[in-house]
């Protein structure tokens, strides 16, 4: 992980200077217990299946270009993905590493087999980051029917 004080200073100011959206703690929906929720992941690590279409420059640093996701299927193995998410000031040992450090399917497998969750969705999700969230928010809104059509109650969200 790159740290601030290893990056540019400008850079650096820029990103302690940035505001940090607040959240209100409370759900904003009912649902049923944990262990009975089927759940979904969605990252913001720029992943996708090597035979998929990579992500294009984000668009924070090309203005106007759409925000979009790769659907990643829940069989998917760590050899299946690829991350186009590449930057100067991002890096990418940890995926490499283990996977699951930006897309933990194999510890949601677990919590299932175990019966902490109630299982899986069919699909995930990834975004690409370094984008402005309100330029993902149409890319979101075209997302939701996808999860409420896979009868997710539950997503896990993964910020990279």
């Not at 990103?15 to 959240?23: G, H």
């Not at 450090?101 to 975004?127: K, Q, W």
């Not at 969230?133 to 996808?146: F, G, I, Q, S």
Request: proline share 9%; aromatic share 6%; charged share 20%.
């Amino acid at each position: 992980m790159t740290r601030l004080e290893e990056i540019d200073t400008d850079l650096a100011a820029a990103l302690r200077n940035m505001p940090c959206p607040e959240f209100s703690s409370q759900p904003w929906v009912e649902g049923p217990a944990l262990s009975q929720r089927r759940i979904a992941i969605v990252s913001t690590a720029g992943l996708h299946r090597s035979d998929d279409r990579p992500f294009s420059i984000p668009s924070a640093a090309a203005p106007g270009m759409p925000a979009d996701y790769r659907v990643i299927p829940s069989q998917c193995t760590a050899n299946d993905l690829v991350m186009s998410h590449v930057s100067t000031n991002y890096d990418r040992t940890g995926f490499q590493q283990d996977w699951n450090v930006v897309f933990p399917l194999d510890r949601l497998r677990e919590l299932a087999e175990e019966g902490v969750i109630g299982n899986l969705a069919d699909f995930h999700y990834s975004f690409m980051g370094a984008a402005d969230p309100k330029d993902l928010e149409p890319a979101a809104r075209r997302l939701a029917p996808l999860l409420k059509q896979d009868q997710v109650d539950g997503v896990l969200l993964v910020p990279v």
